[in-house]
């Protein structure tokens, strides 16, 4: 272009002003910054897709993103409406949302059913392993997906925390005993009451009614919660009641055919019939069904 106008003052010609010619100068510079960038950002996307889901560092990628976003904001505004500029950007801004995703994810409450929610959300499928990297778990598009993912993980921390009740309970249960003493006329062995235990009694029967109306509990756990609730009212009532039940039984100890209808039809005749037995372990079965 120097040459020409050279040439051009030699004849005393007007100098072409090869305004297209500098447009396009200008616009391959532009070109080459932006493109430099893209490849910058898909180079180091492309290194954390390797990643394995275990090892993923959410707040560190989060913080690279974030510069990068500083960086592209710093090209020349004449770009901003190009196309490559414009996917360049997305691409930051998507994979920031879905990393926030990704950080849910790695909430421990989270197991395998909740991920086939998640990819029945999706339509995207995996094997969710050890050996899972980030790039399996960017195919779900978590960015279009952010709402569900905390709806998920919202749903599995709850149902983590009725769990973790449900094994301290049968933690208890599988350790404290009732306590029995002799009737002094007959020597038939008769639930002792113990204010530690009705009220533990209580509190789990009241944490069982509070996760029967649960919307995280399945309806199959809500039938088996319902029966638990229900043994529990009758252990309490039992140890309530069995002192005045054996008070009660002194008079009629001497009449057979009263004391055979008693065993049958009242909570004591159940202590009597070693019904209660059965109780125990029912409950203790109820409460490690899984959710």
Known sequence: ???????????????????????????????????DMVIFVRTSIKDW????????????????????A??????DKEIRTWDVYLGLESTVKNLITSLRAVNELQNPAVRKRHWLQLMSKTGVRFIMNEETVLGDLLALQLHKVEEEVKNIVDKAVKEMAIEKVLVEMNHTWSTMQFSYEKHQSTG???????????????????????????????????????????????????????????????????????????????????????????????????????I
Request: hydrophobic content about 40%; some cysteine.
């Open 49 to 68: 897709m390797k990643t394995p889901w275990k090892q993923i560092n959410v707040e560190q990628m989060d913080m690279e993103l974030r510069r990068f």
């Open 188 to 290: 038939t062995p008769l639930l002792k009451s113990d204010e530690n235990l009705i009220e533990t009694l209580e509190d789990n029967q009241a944490s069982i009614i509070y996760f029967t109306y649960s919307p995280y509990v399945k309806p199959r756990s809500k039938i088996l919660f319902d029966k638990v609730s229900l043994a529990l009212s009758l252990m309490v009532l039992i140890l309530l009641k069995s002192p005045n039940w054996t008070h009660f039984s002194f008079s009629i100890m001497d009449v057979p055919d009263h004391l055979e209808v008693l065993q049958k039809q009242t909570l004591h005749g159940m202590l009597w019939s070693s019904k209660l037995g059965m109780v125990e372990p029912w409950v203790g079965q109820a409460l490690v069904v899984p």
């Open 1 to 35: 272009m120097r040459k020409l106008q050279d040439t051009a003052d030699l004849f005393e010609v007007s100098n072409p002003e090869y305004k297209q010619l500098r447009q396009c100068r200008t616009a391959s510079i532009l070109l080459k910054s932006v493109w």
């Open 70 to 75: 500083k960086e592209i904001k710093t090209l």
